[in-house]
């Protein structure tokens, strides 16, 4: 398997730009979780799916923020507009249904706002 | 939901030495896990155990848990350069799917 995918590597965009970050998850895995990792913050969970679905949103920051998964395949996460204060390395993790909890982390996007 | 403390922030050994670091908690636990990150790169699992378990190995790999104290140690034995990472615990607690991730413990094995 291929591993988490996640698509751009790297983004540099001008504040009130909009900005979407994509991820395919592992194949059969139906947990999606995406991560926002800063210096200051730490390591901060946005939004998880399971099976397509959203289960806790509460770590989204604004309503700037959305994210969708129209497939099990497939997620994308969007900030509209973007700031300053959005850049961050953002990450998509997949896990199984199963009695372990491992997730399994994509590259992660580095977004730079300007 | 509840976030693990690392301890320490920083640790920096020679190559061969062995490296502890520990990660403490407030409430119940299903399971903790720890993770590996080196520079740029996305989180690797390492281990995961279990609220029932006490200590479990992976290669040069131990971790120990102690409930009644809230707090886990990550050991690496014979460390080696490409050991340098960050290393975070995450912790699972109550029916959610989803881990509470510490701010890390940052390696450097020194040549």
């Known amino acids: 398997d291929a591993g988490v995918i996640q698509s751009p590597r790297h983004e540099v965009t001008e504040m009130g730009q909009e900005v979407t970050l994509r991820c395919k998850p592992i194949s059969g895995h139906d947990y999606l979780f995406w991560y926002r990792q800063t210096m200051m913050r730490g390591l901060e969970l946005l939004i998880y799916?399971?099976?397509?679905?959203?289960?806790?949103d509460s770590g989204m920051p604004e309503d700037r923020f959305s994210a969708k998964m129209p497939n099990a395949s497939f997620s994308t996460l969007k900030i509209q507009p973007s700031e300053p204060r959005d850049s961050a390395v953002y990450f998509c993790a997949s896990s199984s249904t199963g009695p372990a909890y491992e997730q399994y982390f994509g590259p992660g996007t580095r977004l730079t706002v300007t | 939901s509840q976030q693990g403390e690392e301890d320490p922030q920083a640790l920096s050994i020679q190559e061969g030495e062995n490296a502890t670091m520990n990660c403490s908690y407030k409430?119940?636990?299903?399971?903790l896990q720890w993770y590996r990150q080196n520079s740029g790169r996305g989180l690797v699992h390492l281990i995961l155990?279990?609220?029932?378990?006490r200590e479990k190995h992976s290669g040069r790999l131990r971790v120990t848990l102690d409930t009644s104290k809230k707090s886990s140690s990550l050991l690496i034995t014979a460390s080696r350069a490409a050991d340098t990472a960050s290393y975070f615990c995450a912790l699972s607690s109550g029916s959610a799917r989803q881990l509470t991730f510490g701010s890390g413990t940052q390696l450097t094995v020194l040549p």
């Open positions: 155990i279990r609220s029932n378990e």
């Open positions: 799916f399971n099976n397509n679905v959203p289960i806790d």
């Open positions: 409430t119940s636990i299903n399971n």
